[in-house]
């Protein structure tokens, strides 16, 4: 293929069964979504009710082999099941139809695969391709020998995807010590950013909901934004100054999903964990969406779940100057209704991210004693010192400290 020549697009036919766990219609349009973003044209829909999946072929044969005709008739040469699908399941479904078959969790894979730019996120792509790959080695078999491209054979794992059980697990266990070393020298740098004292803001939320555009305006940077799911997939930290002079630094997270596939969930919990060191979170979504309220939700559990419980989270409602009229904030000053496209909205979002930070910090008074140097170094490192003078029984110290140092303070309150 000539160099300046674009790969041409797959045609795929999207495969979905209704089982009462959730909007399957929503789904199916974010699977499609998905499905552009990897380089694939939806051409079709085959939904189903029923009670639960088939074991062999999960939609049952008689409708795979409507959806075989269906295929052949329109051209398709790529299926996408909407749900995880066993190794054998994969296997019955590519020999019954002919046609090559990804579930949603390997095209999630394959778009992490295609835009991961750094060292940590390759890896961590294809840590999670591993883990995918190993409990289907048996039941996949022929379907693991194709080599040919295109969605579901792309990633760093792709030269690996017929080695053995044991090859696979020295991989894993491989790439999990590298993520420790660059984990451990992401430590250090935040044990640099604590000695700065400079808080840090984390940007969450749904993919494709405008995170980097915010980014953007609020430090001048100039972070790749695409209209597509996905488009920022390494973290991104830039200088952020607030009106009140104060510096701090905002990071932009990779995106979230529906039903966001467990390996995934695992594999970058250490990128997605800035946001649960972070003095402030601001949890972004697409006012403009009808699925705003369930991206919202699917973010607070992430939160939830990454231990974020304490930590101010300032709701940003983005693209409001699409909206015919404003929203009235439920919380003012945790609800922001903004336009990073345009700009709108986003002093009264730097002061709510200065007054969140400004209510983190509380003055204590304390009499340490000095068998506690190294509360006394933290408190020095991580809050600041007001006054301190030598008593026969300690130090006693004022001094401003985040409240989530409370704790440990607590027992030497004056």
Same mark, same amino acid.
């Given at each position: 293929?000539?160099?300046?020549?674009?790969?041409?697009?797959?045609?795929?036919?999207?495969?979905?069964?209704?089982?009462?766990?959730?909007?399957?219609?929503?789904?199916?349009?974010?699977?499609?979504?998905?499905?552009?973003?990897?380089?694939?044209?939806?051409?079709?829909?085959?939904?189903?009710?029923?009670?639960? $999946?088939?074991?062999?072929?999960?939609?049952?044969?008689?409708?795979?082999?409507?959806?075989?005709?269906?295929?052949?008739?329109?051209?398709?040469?790529?299926?996408?099941?909407?749900?995880?699908?066993?190794?054998?399941?994969?296997? #019955?479904?590519?020999?019954?139809?002919?046609?090559?078959?990804?579930?949603?969790?390997?095209?999630?894979?394959?778009?992490?695969?295609?835009?991961?730019?750094?060292?940590?996120?390759?890896? $961590?792509?294809?840590?999670? $391709?591993?883990?995918?790959?190993?409990?289907?080695?048996?039941?996949?078999?022929?379907?693991?020998?194709?080599?040919?491209?295109?969605?579901?054979?792309?990633?760093?794992?792709?030269?690996?995807?017929?080695?053995?059980?044991?090859?696979?697990?020295?991989?894993? #266990?491989?790439?999990?010590?590298?993520?420790?070393?660059?984990?451990?020298?992401?430590?250090?740098?935040?044990?640099?950013?604590?000695?700065?004292?400079?808080?840090?803001?984390?940007?969450?939320?749904?993919? #494709?909901?405008?995170?980097?555009?915010?980014?953007?305006?609020?430090?001048?940077?100039?972070?790749?934004?695409?209209?597509?799911?996905?488009?920022?997939?390494?973290?991104?930290?830039?200088?952020?100054?607030?009106?009140?002079?104060?510096?701090?630094?905002?990071?932009?997270?990779?995106?979230?999903?529906?039903?966001?596939?467990?390996?995934?969930?695992?594999?970058?919990?250490?990128?997605?964990?800035?946001?649960?060191?972070?003095?402030?979170?601001? #949890?972004?979504?697409?006012?403009?969406?009808?699925?705003?309220?369930?991206?919202?939700?699917?973010?607070?559990?992430?939160?939830?779940?990454?231990?974020?419980?304490?930590?101010?989270?300032?709701?940003?409602?983005?693209?409001?100057?699409?909206?015919?009229?404003?929203?009235?904030?439920?919380?003012?000053?945790?609800?922001?209704?903004?336009?990073?496209?345009?700009?709108?909205?986003?002093?009264?979002?730097?002061?709510?991210?200065?007054?969140?930070?400004?209510?983190?910090?509380?003055?204590?008074?304390?009499?340490?004693?000095?068998?506690?140097?190294?509360?006394?170094?933290?408190?020095?490192?991580?809050?600041?010192?007001?006054?301190?003078?030598?008593?026969?029984?300690?130090?006693?110290?004022?001094?401003?400290?985040?409240?989530?140092?409370?704790?440990?303070?607590?027992?030497?309150?004056?």
């Amino acid at each position: 293929m000539n160099q300046n020549q674009k790969p041409s697009r797959q045609r795929a036919v999207l495969v979905g069964i209704d089982i009462g766990e959730y909007d399957l219609y929503q789904s199916l349009d974010e699977l499609s979504e998905l499905a552009d973003t990897a380089g694939a044209d939806t051409i079709g829909r085959f939904t189903q009710n029923r009670d639960g $999946q088939d074991n062999a072929t999960f939609i049952g044969g008689g409708k795979l082999r409507e959806i075989r005709d269906y295929c052949q008739e329109y051209g398709a040469d790529l299926l996408i099941f909407d749900s995880e699908l066993s190794g054998s399941q994969l296997r #019955n479904i590519e020999e019954l139809t002919g046609v090559d078959t990804v579930d949603r969790t390997m095209l999630i894979l394959d778009i992490f695969a295609q835009r991961a730019t750094s060292s940590e996120g390759k890896l $961590q792509v294809e840590l999670a $391709q591993q883990k995918y790959l190993l409990p289907r080695l048996i039941g996949l078999g022929g379907a693991l020998s194709r080599q040919g491209g295109g969605i579901g054979t792309r990633g760093p794992g792709e030269t690996k995807l017929e080695s053995d059980r044991r090859h696979i697990r020295r991989r894993i #266990n491989a790439l999990e010590q590298e993520l420790k070393e660059l984990e451990k020298r992401r430590v250090l740098m935040r044990r640099k950013r604590d000695k700065n004292e400079v808080p840090v803001i984390a940007i969450v939320g749904y993919t #494709n909901v405008g995170k980097s555009t915010l980014l953007n305006r609020l430090t001048g940077a100039d972070i790749y934004v695409q209209d597509q799911l996905f488009a920022t997939l390494d973290p991104t930290a830039r200088e952020l100054r607030l009106p009140d002079g104060q510096r701090s630094v905002i990071i932009d997270t990779v995106g979230l999903v529906q039903r966001l596939p467990h390996q995934l969930v695992e594999a970058f919990k250490s990128t997605l964990e800035v946001a649960a060191e972070a003095d402030v979170i601001l #949890n972004v979504c697409d006012c403009t969406s009808p699925l705003a309220h369930s991206q919202l939700e699917v973010t607070n559990g992430l939160l939830a779940e990454l231990g974020c419980g304490g930590i101010p989270v300032i709701t940003v409602y983005n693209k409001a100057d699409l909206l015919p009229e404003p929203i009235k904030p439920e919380r003012p000053g945790r609800v922001v209704h903004i336009s990073a496209r345009e700009g709108l909205g986003l002093d009264t979002l730097l002061r709510s991210i200065a007054g969140c930070l400004a209510e983190s910090v509380e003055q204590l008074s304390l009499l340490l004693p000095y068998s506690e140097g190294g509360l006394l170094e933290l408190i020095r490192r991580s809050g600041k010192i007001l006054s301190e003078s030598y008593e026969e029984d300690g130090v006693a110290v004022k001094a401003l400290l985040h409240k989530r140092y409370h704790h440990l303070a607590a027992p030497y309150l004056r």
